[in-house]
């Protein structure tokens, strides 16, 4: 279903590069909803990427920018700006990418320079696109600002490693510049807590297919998914969200409430009475023959 949701309104998204990203489906979204839109990305992501189909089907532009350089976002939001001919409505961040985790090094043995990285690009950058914005005084009274994040900021989930420090960082960036931004200009700063997700930058995590079976199987509703994200995040753009500020929402399926669920013990219980099997047959541990 489309509608006017966004009628009028006008903003930036950050971080979409296929039709599997996030943002891909934020961006197409909003604009059915009647938002004009700009779209960036670094330049070696658009490179890679499908962007510029992207942004043919949105009717609208690319600015390329590295969200870690503060000179390109002041470049990006003075061009935004003067694309839209002045102060836009809202920004999406859905930026994030550890070199540990592509690397396959663990976290109790990361590569600091790959953690600074890590949290340079998945949360300081976050920090740094709402500084600029906010003294360019880009954002119009009572826009919206949206990063996505993960529960790993809050619980442990092996083969997150540094990711769950850039979530929890970015989460708190929300709502220091949350307090900020909003006592100033009524702008609203809010995370969303995802389920895990099969994006480019989603599968680099390690083993992240049992991850999302897991999510499922707790999951009262099942795993969000992107398409579902994006229109949930439209509501946080929307002018009925107006009071809702500083928070990390989950969008989740009811993962994030849950202790186990019955699909998920009888998982447990069939891999149960699997090893009882087994040390019942190979009482000294299976050995090659």
Same mark, same amino acid.
């Given at each position: 279903?489309t ?25 197409e ?20 990427g499908?962007?510029?189909?992207l ?8 600015? !390329?920018?590295?969200? #870690? ?6 470049? /990006?939001? *003075? ?7 002045? $102060? ?6 859905s ?8 690397k ?42 949206v ?6 900021a ?9 990711m ?6 970015l ?5 220091s ?5 909003g ?8 995370t969303?807590?995802?389920? !895990?997700?099969?994006? #480019? ?6 083993? /992240?297919? *049992? ?7 707790? $999951?009262?509703l ?51 009475r ?16």
């Amino acid at each position: 279903m489309t509608g006017n949701l966004l009628k009028g309104k006008k903003g930036l998204i950050f971080g979409a590069l296929n039709e599997h990203s996030i943002a891909w489906k934020v961006a197409e979204r909003a604009v059915e909803e009647g938002a004009e839109i700009v779209l960036t990305n670094t330049a070696v992501s658009i490179r890679m990427g499908n962007i510029s189909e992207l942004a043919d089907k949105c009717n609208t532009i690319v600015i !390329p920018a590295d969200a #870690t350089n503060v000179a390109d976002l002041e470049n /990006l939001i *003075d061009k935004t700006m003067e694309h839209f001919g002045g $102060s836009f409505d809202f920004i999406l961040h859905s930026i994030g990418m550890s070199p540990n985790v592509r690397k396959g090094r663990h976290y109790d043995d990361l590569d600091y320079d790959f953690l600074q990285k890590t949290l340079d690009i998945s949360a300081i950058s976050f920090h740094k696109v709402i500084q600029v914005a906010r003294k360019k005084d880009a954002l119009n009274e009572w826009g919206s600002i949206v990063a996505l994040s993960y529960i790993a900021a809050q619980r442990t989930l092996y083969g997150y490693n540094d990711m769950a420090d850039a979530k929890a960082l970015l989460e708190s960036i929300a709502r220091s510049f949350g307090y900020i931004y909003g006592r100033e200009k009524h702008v609203r700063i809010n995370t969303v807590s995802q389920s !895990p997700t099969p994006t #480019t930058a989603g599968n680099g995590v390690l083993g /992240l297919g *049992d991850l999302m079976s897991f999510a499922e199987n707790m $999951s009262p509703l099942g795993n969000a998914s992107a398409e579902d994200c994006a229109d949930y995040v439209l509501t946080l753009f929307s002018d009925f969200t107006r009071k809702v500020t500083m928070q990390n929402l989950y969008h989740d399926g009811g993962f994030s409430s849950m202790g186990m669920s019955r699909r998920a013990m009888r998982t447990y219980e069939k891999g149960m009475r699997f090893e009882d099997v087994q040390e019942h047959q190979y009482p000294f541990g299976k050995t090659d023959e």
